[in-house]
């Protein structure tokens, strides 16, 4: 069975500049995560669907991060305009429904010049 | 609201010697936990996970975790480390129904030769 899929891997942008991460949940999975991890830090939640609906999506700083699940599938994560703080690797997971064990994919890098 | 404190941020072990890395949560309702692991440029992993039950879980690999409501800890350990353990190692908590995990900062192993 596949895990969670990411892509890219690793990109390297200049501040301002806009960017979208991608994320494949495993098969089955209606909850779908996404965490930022700053350096050296735990992971954080931004956004969590269900399905796809965001049921919290709290800290998700909404003026320049945005998400989509349209098919309640794979997920799209997007930063406008992108700051040199939101250097981090952006990790994606997923669960079954009402289950607690999440699972975590290769996550992206992003580095903002 | 939870949190997750790891009480070490880095344990430097000889090859061969046991370990124990700790983990202490703080949270008002019963909770769920998880240990996971993240090799260098890798998402996590999913090492032990308590959700109910007996106190103590075991892995694969000789890694266990035992769960303490008393003294609110779930400490991770392993009687005879390898080289190959050496990774980044993170503590969750969960509330049930929440489906919503706080990650501890993450404990570096260091296994020396």
């Known amino acids: 069975e596949a895990g969670v899929v990411q892509s890219p891997r690793y990109k390297i942008i200049e501040k301002k500049q806009p960017v979208a991460f991608w994320c494949n949940p495993i098969?089955?999975?209606?909850?779908l995560y996404w965490y930022l991890q700053n350096l050296g830090q735990g992971p954080e939640l931004l956004i969590r669907?269900?399905?796809?609906?965001?049921?919290?999506d709290s800290q998700l700083p909404k003026d320049r991060f945005s998400a989509e699940r349209l098919k309640g599938v794979d997920s799209t994560l997007k930063i406008q305009p992108a700051e040199l703080g939101d250097s981090a690797v952006y990790l994606c997971?997923?669960?079954?429904?009402?289950?607690?064990?999440?699972?975590f994919g290769p996550g992206t890098r992003l580095l903002v010049l | 609201a939870q949190s997750v404190t790891q009480l070490d941020s880095q344990v430097p072990v000889f090859e061969e010697a046991p370990v124990e890395l700790r983990c202490n949560y703080s949270?008002?309702?019963?909770?769920?936990l998880f240990w996971y692991v993240q090799y260098p440029n890798q998402g996590l992993q999913l090492l032990l996970k308590?959700?109910?039950?007996?106190?103590l879980v075991k892995g694969i690999n000789g890694f266990e975790a035992e769960f303490n409501k008393s003294q609110t800890s779930f400490h991770f350990r392993k009687p005879s480390v390898h080289i190959s353990d050496t990774a980044e190692y993170f503590c969750?908590?969960?509330?049930?129904?929440?489906?919503?995990?706080?990650f501890g900062q993450g404990t570096r192993l260091t296994i020396n030769p």
């Open positions: 997971a997923s669960s079954l429904s009402g289950q607690e064990t999440q699972y």
């Open positions: 098969s089955g999975h209606n909850t």
């Open positions: 669907y269900e399905n796809e609906e965001a049921v919290d």
């Open positions: 949270s008002s309702v019963s909770v769920y």
């Open positions: 308590y959700l109910s039950g007996s106190t």
């Open positions: 969750a908590v969960g509330t049930y129904g929440a489906q919503k995990l706080v």
